[in-house]
Nanobody, 121 residues
């Protein structure tokens, strides 16, 4: 059974930091690119950051560049999102996603259930 479980969310003051984790099971984690998305109340889900399967290439949304860092440890089947200098507009439910193409080149995606990050004084 495939699972992605996020953790590390919570309430933090503006300017603070949080580290989110996403642990995968039931699939070959090292084959999959990992992404973090977020969805704020009343808004569409948006891509925050992506890291390739081996960790060699990363991509960030402009809104988080220089503040957030994505990483992964394939030996632990875990992806991370280090969030620094947090702003109230970073408040959202954060989701991790695993994605890869199968042997027919069809995209396979798995999603976690999300962890809430609230940035407020």
């Amino acid at each position: 059974q495939v699972q992605l479980v996020e953790s590390g969310g919570g309430l933090v003051q503006p300017g603070g930091s949080l580290r989110l984790s996403c642990v995968g099971s039931g699939f070959t984690f090292s084959y999959y690119a990992m992404s973090w998305y977020r969805q704020a109340p009343g808004k569409e889900r948006e891509l925050v950051a992506t890291i390739t399967s081996a960790g060699g290439v990363v991509h960030y949304a402009d809104s988080v560049k220089g503040r957030f860092t994505i990483g992964r440890d394939n030996t632990k089947n875990t992806a991370y999102l280090q969030m620094n200098s947090l702003k109230p507009e970073d408040t959202a439910v954060y989701y991790c996603k695993a994605s890869a193409r199968d042997h027919t080149y069809q995209m396979v995606e798995y999603w976690g259930t999300g962890t809430l990050v609230t940035v407020s004084s």
